[in-house]
C-alpha cells in the first residue's frame, strides 16, 4: 500500500522457459517448463529450473525469476520484473542458441493504472538455424511511453503505428503463405479495438538459413514455423466513465 494514496496494489507475473507442439518430424507435445508465479503481495519467487523431456532438445540452465516491489524514489509506484533465461538451445539440431532472454519490467503508477513497459534485456545470443546465423532487427520500445492521460496503449496513435507498420512488411512479402495472410489481415481489420494488440519485438528476421523469413516469422522446411519476439497486449477492467483499464 502506498502511504501517500492509500492505494493497494496487488501485483502478477508469471514466467516459464519453454512451450509448444511438434509437428515435424515428431509429433511431441512441449509442456511449459520452470513455470513459476509472483506473490500477489510481491517479493521475488524462488527461481525455477528443469529441464525439459523433449527428445534432442537440450536447454542446460532454464530459469525463470519473477519480482515486485514498490520504487524506491518517492512519489513513485510499483515495479514487476519477470525473466525467462534458457541457455544451451537445441532442438533437433536444427534451431540453436547459446542463451535466450525473455524480459518484462512494468511500473505502475501511483495515479492513474497504465504502467510503462519495458523490455530491456531480450536478447537472441547467437541463434542458429541448421548452423547458419539469423540476424535480428530488435524494437525493445515497441510499446513506447505510457500517455499522460492515462489511455490504454491499443488507443495510442503511436504505437499504433509501428504495429501497422510491422503488420504491412508482412503483408508485403508476394509469396506469404495463405494461413499468414489470413491471420495478419485479421490482425489489422482488429488494430485499435480496445481489448488488445498481437505484435512482436522483432521487427525483421535475416539471414542465409534454409527456409523463408516473413517479418518475426521464420518456416523451416520439414520442420515448421517458428516465431520470434512475440507480444499479446490485453487491457481488462474498464472503468465504465473513463475507458480506462483497471
Known amino acids: 500500500m502506498s502511504e501517500a494514496t492509500g492505494r493497494t496494489h496487488h501485483y502478477h507475473a508469471e514466467a516459464s522457459v519453454l512451450g509448444g507442439h511438434l509437428r515435424l518430424p515428431l509429433c511431441q507435445e512441449i509442456k511449459p517448463q520452470a513455470h513459476v508465479k509472483l506473490s500477489s503481495e510481491g517479493g521475488t519467487s524462488p527461481s525455477a529450473r528443469r529441464t525439459t523431456g523433449l527428445r534432442r532438445s537440450s536447454p542446460s540452465a532454464p530459469r525463470t525469476p519473477c519480482r515486485g516491489q514498490p520504487q524506491l524514489e518517492a512519489g513513485e509506484g510499483w515495479t514487476t520484473l519477470t525473466s525467462s533465461v534458457i541457455e544451451g538451445l537445441n532442438i ?4 540453436t542458441a547459446d542463451r535466450i532472454v525473455g524480459q518484462t519490467i512494468t511500473n505502475h503508477p501511483l495515479v492513474g493504472y497504465v504502467p510503462s513497459i519495458s523490455f530491456l534485456g531480450t536478447r537472441f545470443e547467437n541463434l542458429r538455424i541448421a548452423g547458419n546465423p539469423v540476424e535480428l532487427d530488435l524494437n525493445h520500445d515497441i510499446f513506447g511511453p ?8 491499443t488507443k495510442n496513435p503511436d504505437f499504433l503505428s509501428r504495429v501497422s507498420r510491422q503488420y504491412e512488411r508482412i503483408r508485403e512479402h508476394k509469396d506469404l503463405p495463405e494461413d499468414l495472410i489470413d491471420r495478419y489481415n485479421r490482425l489489422s481489420s482488429t488494430l485499435g479495438s480496445r481489448e488488445g494488440v498481437e505484435c512482436s519485438l522483432v521487427n525483421q528476421a535475416d539471414g542465409r538459413y534454409p527456409g523463408r523469413s516473413y517479418g518475426h516469422v521464420i518456416t523451416i522446411p520439414n520442420i515448421g514455423t517458428i516465431t520470434l ?3 499479446v497486449l490485453e487491457h481488462e477492467h474498464f472503468h465504465e466513465e473513463t475507458g480506462v483499464p483497471r
Open 146 to 153: 505510457r500517455a499522460d492521460d492515462d489511455a490504454p496503449y
Open 229 to 231: 519476439g512475440k507480444l
Open 92 to 95: 533437433l539440431d536444427v534451431i
